[in-house]
């Protein structure tokens, strides 16, 4: 990776790409220390401190702490990501977006643009709810309508500038911006973690006690890595062959191709929405000052992740395995909305192609079902593992992190990503260099 940073840095065209990424990464970290005018920010921070669960470390990670401290940028691009999810789940359900899909690049910049005026409209209802909602508890130093405005306007403001700079980095910079976006949040929590980590069970310790907790912190995070590295890449290639034909006097055809089939087809998505689900109700009782009680108070104990593996109370847990369950179920649910295994073998039978040993049409896509639900179900269970070890070593040994497994997915994924298109791009200069000569 650093060789080809330094080979890309030699090569005029890219440096200037990468200087421009990272010019654009520093005003995102500035905007992230800008307060909103009128806001209490060391209210604020008790308030996010008397929180008992997780909820809000999630948000606040993706944030990269702008939520903490109540910036311009604290609803960040966490809009934009819920609104481009809705859209992709929207394609499926109504035909007009579906044709937009399938209209090429005009028709992809169609639903780009209904992305940003939707990631507009829910940056403007969180900040209305949360100027709105703290509001009234403190968060501003004065609760009048022109403090409220003030907050809702900046909140949702800072949004659509960061959609605006992810956009940017796609067209002028490296790598797709709005991961660019989410990935520097991420990693400017990692100090603090890790200087938790260090505290907590290194620092004080005896010199024994520390290096064996701080090889075994550095195997897990390593482990987890190689886990991610492996669920990126791993692939399950089905052979396709290409009938000949013969089109005027020529025959053509007879070549041999594969169709990839990512083991890890969902991504990320899966552990965001079964987050997402879990988090939902502990969010909203905290946002409206609910205080449960009873059965409901033992439920929301269950959906809290701060609950889960704990030994002194194990029938909390039981929101673990439901956790697990949704992962699971999400994996399958949302490969099949993105990934027709139909329409791949109408498209091999229309071209002449197919799969050694098993007939064109519905045998082809029944084949192509089997082996997806195989390996998908492989895919779920990594990220099961990836998701869940952070809650177990909370919940056994108290190692609060605000990176989990989402946020370790996000951060390979998009480093590998980015390096391969730098990769690329190196790749295609020297074959016009080549052409040139």
Do not use: H
Not at 49 to 59: I, K, L, R, S
Not at 184 to 212: H, M, Y
């Amino acid at each position: 990776m650093l060789t080809t940073l330094k080979n890309a840095f030699k090569i005029k065209e890219i440096r200037k790409k990468l200087l421009y990424t990272f010019a654009m990464l520093v005003v995102i970290r500035l905007g992230s220390q800008l307060p909103v005018p009128g806001v209490d920010r060391t209210y604020f921070a008790r308030w996010f401190a008397a929180q008992g669960g997780d909820a809000f470390n999630f948000f606040d990670a993706f944030t990269g702490g702008s939520f903490l401290n109540m910036s311009i940028f604290a609803l960040n691009i966490t809009p934009y990501i819920t609104s481009s999810i809705i859209m992709q789940l929207m394609t499926i359900a109504i035909p007009k977006l579906e044709e937009m899909q399938r209209d090429g690049e005009e028709g992809r910049k169609k639903i780009a643009s209904i992305t940003r005026y939707v990631t507009v409209g829910l940056a403007l209802i969180e900040a209305t709810a949360m100027a709105v909602g703290f509001g009234r508890s403190g968060l501003l130093a004065e609760y009048n309508a022109l403090n409220v405005i003030t907050v809702i306007t900046a909140l949702t403001a800072g949004s659509a500038v960061l959609m605006w700079i992810g956009e940017r980095i796609t067209e002028n910079g490296v790598g797709n911006g709005i991961s660019i976006v989410l990935i520097i949040n991420i990693i400017s929590r990692l100090p603090q973690d890790l200087t938790g980590l260090c505290e907590q069970f290194i620092k004080g310790k005896a010199i024994a006690v520390g290096v064996v907790a701080a090889v075994i912190i550095l195997a897990i995070i390593l482990f987890m890595v190689v886990l991610v590295i492996l669920l990126n890449d791993a692939l399950r290639k089905i052979p396709v062959q290409y009938a000949k034909k013969v089109q005027g006097r020529k025959m053509v055809g007879g070549q041999s191709t594969s169709i990839p089939l990512k083991v890890n087809t969902a991504g990320v998505i899966p552990i965001i929405f079964a987050s997402s689900i879990m988090e939902f109700p502990i969010i909203i009782c905290s946002l409206f000052g609910v205080n449960a009680t009873g059965v409901w108070a033992e439920i929301l104990k269950g959906m809290n992740s701060s609950y889960w593996c704990k030994i002194a109370t194990p029938q909390y847990s039981i929101g673990l395995v439901v956790y697990i369950l949704m992962v699971i179920f999400f994996a399958y649910f949302y490969t099949s909305i993105t990934f027709n295994p139909l329409e791949i073998a109408d498209n091999m039978k229309k071209q002449g192609g197919f799969i050694p040993g098993i007939r064109p049409g519905k045998p082809t896509s029944d084949y192509l079902n089997k082996i997806l639900n195989y390996i998908i179900f492989i895919g779920a269970c990594g990220l099961t593992i990836v998701g869940v070890l952070p809650f177990v070593f909370n919940g056994v040994f108290g190692a609060s992190v605000s990176f989990g497994g989402t946020s370790l997915i996000i951060i390979v994924s998009v480093i590998l990503e980015t390096i391969k298109q730098i990769e690329s791009q190196m790749l295609v200069r020297n074959y016009k260099g080549f052409l040139n000569d």
